[in-house]
Nanobody, 129 residues
């Protein structure tokens, strides 16, 4: 069975940093684009960042650009999202998703969101003011 396991969430204060990870199993990880998405209470799920399977091209939403950094370790089947300078607006459940795709389209973040082959259970990030 394919599993995506998100971990690393927690409670932090505004301005702090946090690193969350997505560990995958049961799939050919190298061929999958991986994305992070988040859903805050009362809001729709939105894209945060993603990383392609081809040369690990990275994509960021506007709010993540410059504060968050996504990376992947194919040897460990893991994608990590480093989040810096967190604000209360970053409070949400963060989910990772995987899409089999060996290309680098400009709209990869939305492609994964709409067509992901697999979703993991989320990890809660709470940022206090």
């Amino acid at each position: 069975d394919v599993q995506l396991q998100a971990s690393g969430g927690g409670l932090v204060q505004a301005g702090a940093s946090l690193r969350i990870s997505c560990a995958a199993s049961g799939l050919t990880f190298d061929d999958y684009a991986i994305g992070w998405y988040r859903q805050a209470p009362g809001k729709e799920r939105e894209g945060v960042a993603c990383i392609s399977s081809v040369r690990s091209r990275t994509y960021y939403s506007d709010f993540a650009e410059g504060r968050f950094s996504i990376s992947r370790d194919n040897a460990r089947n893991t994608v990590t999202l480093q989040m810096n300078n967190l604000t209360p607006d970053d409070t949400a459940v963060y989910y990772c998703a995987a899409l089999w795709l060996t290309a680098n389209p400009d709209n990869l973040l939305s492609l994964i969101h709409q067509h992901a082959d697999y979703w993991g259970r989320g990890t809660l990030v709470t940022v206090s003011s």
